[in-house]
């Protein structure tokens, strides 16, 4: 058995041309990770929509319907970011499936990793920063309810704090946010995870893998997660052009692999999710994002899972 993908074509749709959200690196994703070897066909597992019940185990019915009808007033559709559409209806509701399925699939074997995911800026009632439902939390609430886990560990090193993540757990102690983002950059208004790690300007890799390594091993230690949900964002980059950090390939790739390694090595099952990325340079961009597969085929190896 080799390492669980999730990967749905309904990740994709098409978009106003020009638009800076660039919802073909979820398609190059998966084709590149056939074209370099890395997954095989038959390691990807295909999502479903969940039924609109779950989505609101975290999310308003109003909000829900509104959005799944394209009834959002033009305010909040604008604080998404993201122009509405059938299509985007789909492939939202698609991705938060490939979440729920990452999961499933991450307690059964190990490690498992979606192709899509880490849309923390969503809160309850509206979305924000291109996150339309909060996957994360979406997942967290199917496996609880479902009785698989009870205690979940949220690892975002998106470079973006999961504010909206954070909002939705803040009250709960079955869910453990860890937050390590830089500190000069969206959301302006930063909410209070369980655990926020701020980051300076311009940080490069191996301050940045050091100040992880202070963090996780304890965490694990602390929390005894049943699941960790990992969102593996690669903005930290230094040619994102939304991040302020300095991270290379290299260093994404060590961060994958430390945070995995650590995970695994003591018994924790880990789902991983993209996060965010933006780049003009595409194939650049995408490159970043298979990173974490990269990673993850390695572990799994490694470990044998």
Known sequence: MDLPIVY????????????????????????????????????????????QELIELVHTPDYVQA???????????RRIGLPWSPGLVKRTCMAVGGTILTAQL???????????????????????????????????????????????????????????TAFIFQEDDSVFTFSMHCEVNFPGTKQKSNLDVPLPVGMEDDAYLQTLGQYLPDLLSDVKPDLVLY????????????????????????????VLSTCVAVGYPVACVIGGGYADDLKSLVYRHSLLHRAASTVYRQYRL
């Open 8 to 51: 749905n074509p309904d990740y994709v749709v098409p978009l106003p041309e020009g638009h800076r959200f660039p919802m073909p690196k979820f398609r190059q994703l998966y084709e590149l990770l056939l074209a370099d070897g890395v997954a095989q066909t038959e390691q990807f597992h295909t999502p479903s929509c969940p039924p």
């Open 67 to 77: 959005y799944c009808e394209g009834s959002l007033d033009a305010k909040a559709q």
């Open 106 to 164: 991450a307690l059964k074997h190990g490690l498992a990793c979606n192709t899509a995911g880490g849309t923390h800026h969503a809160f309850p009632s509206y979305g924000s920063g291109f996150c339309i439902f909060n996957d994360l939390a979406i997942a967290s609430r199917v496996l609880q309810k479902s009785g698989l886990v009870q205690k979940i560990l949220i690892v975002d090193l998106d470079v973006h704090q999961g504010d909206g």
């Open 231 to 258: 969102d593996a964002g690669v903005d930290p980059h230094v040619g994102d052009r939304l991040g302020k950090l300095a991270l290379t390939d290299t260093g994404i790739f060590r961060r994958e692999m430390q």
